[in-house]
T-cell receptor
Framework: GAVVSQHPSRVICKSGTSVKIECRSL??????MFWYRQFPKQSLMLMAT?????????EQGVEKDKFLINHASLTLSTLTVTSAHPEDSSFYIC?????????FGSGTRLTVV | QQQVKQSPQSLIVQKGGISIINCAYE??????FPWYQQFPGKGPALLIA?????SEKKEGRFTISFNKSAKQFSLHIMDSQPGDSATYFC????????????FGRGTSLIVHP
């Protein structure tokens, strides 16, 4: 089936630096991709909807300048956590609609030290 | 966002037993009801999904039962195995495009050997 490929799976960065997470659609084109954040033992929290060639739509309470989303092509969406701080440490997951249904990437564990 | 209520929050089952997780929704426009399985440190994986025109769908040991009039659906895991230990999320959506599924809070399943 169609695959949503996410990289890296884990990243550790120093406080104040920026981190980029990539989400690729393999064998299909995704005009829309979705970005989630998940805290331990909790459900998925939608952060933003990424639209190819246009600005992302952010959910209420999500800082646009902190979480930069770029969807420059039909197969790639990126989430950049800018000036990361320890409170940004979390599990980030992307998703997209595929022929198999609503499909998630494998997630990225971000740890800010 | 319309809520999807999921229960129980946690479930402990003996190996070989039946695990049952229930969900209820409000929005009658929903036409796609997937279940996801998530292991620690991984993204949610689509397990099985159902459309409202059928009352039951079975794939291996996993069965979705759907009650349209009650606006409820449930996941049954037959002959539960320790490898089934994971967090399970139900969701409800209008399938495709920019529609965003509404997720339940998740059920942590532990299957004892």
């Amino acid at each position: 089936g169609a695959v949503v490929s996410q990289h890296p799976s884990r990243v550790i960065c120093k406080s104040g630096t920026s981190v980029k997470i990539e989400c690729r659609s393999l064998d299909f084109q995704a005009t829309t991709m979705f970005w989630y954040r998940q805290f331990p033992k909790q459900s998925l929290m939608l952060m933003a909807t990424s639209n190819e060639g246009s600005k992302a739509t952010y959910e209420q309470g999500v800082e646009k300048d902190k979480f930069l989303i770029n969807h420059a092509s039909l197969t790639l969406s990126t989430l950049t956590v800018t000036s990361a701080h320890p409170e940004d440490s979390s599990f980030y997951i992307c998703s997209a609609w595929t022929v198999d249904g609503y499909t998630f990437g494998s997630g990225t564990r971000l740890t800010v030290v | 966002q319309q809520q999807v209520k999921q229960s129980p929050q946690s479930l402990i089952v003996q190996k070989g037993g039946i695990s049952i997780i229930n969900c209820a929704y409000e929005n009658t426009a929903f036409d796609y009801f997937p279940w996801y399985q998530q292991f620690p440190g991984k993204g949610p994986a689509l397990l099985i999904a159902i459309r409202p025109d059928v009352s039951e769908k079975k794939e291996g040991r996993f069965t979705i039962s759907f009650n349209k009039s009650a606006k409820q659906f449930s996941l049954h895991i037959m002959d539960s195995q320790p490898g089934d230990s994971a967090t399970y999320f139900c969701a409800a959506s209008i399938k495709g495009g920019s529609y965003i599924p509404t997720f339940g809070r998740g059920t942590s399943l532990i299957v004892h050997p």
